[in-house]
């Protein structure tokens, strides 16, 4: 098992920044990739951002490509997301993942095994 705690989200002006945490706990050494996905009500959950966790790959959306940066620290078991010049259209809860299996896609979202309980993050106009 594999807990994951999301933090860092709030509301912040466009064109403003904010710095997501993930912090992993339990058998993180069978993680295979982690990701970040957000949602919106009415929506489906999207990919916004991936890691292997082996090759050190990243792989993004393109609404947020160039804008956002996913990173990890391996010896905190934590992953990142850094989100600057931030739109209202990026307004979500955002969720952290994590998956064993590695025969999918990263953005592919039923093959993460593990979720956190998601942060708000709201950027106003």
């Known amino acids: 098992q594999v807990q994951l705690v999301e933090s860092g989200g709030g509301l912040v002006q466009a064109g403003g920044s904010l710095r997501l945490s993930c912090a992993a706990s339990?058998?993180?050494?069978?993680?295979?990739?982690m990701g970040w996905f957000r949602q919106v009500p009415g929506k489906e959950r999207e990919f916004v951002a991936g890691?292997?966790?082996?090759?050190?790959?990243?792989y993004y959306a393109d609404s947020v490509k160039g804008r956002f940066t996913i990173s990890r620290d391996s010896a905190r078991n934590a992953m990142y997301l850094q989100m600057n010049s931030l739109k209202p259209e990026d307004t979500a809860v955002y969720y952290c993942?994590?998956?064993?299996?590695?025969?999918?896609?990263?953005?592919?979202?039923?093959?993460?095994?593990?979720w956190g309980q998601g942060t708000q993050v709201t950027v106003s106009s």
């Open positions: 339990g058998r993180t050494d069978r993680s295979n990739a």
């Open positions: 890691i292997r966790w082996d090759a050190y790959n990243t």
């Open positions: 993942a994590a998956r064993t299996r590695a025969d999918y896609a990263i953005n592919y979202s039923p093959s993460y095994d593990y």
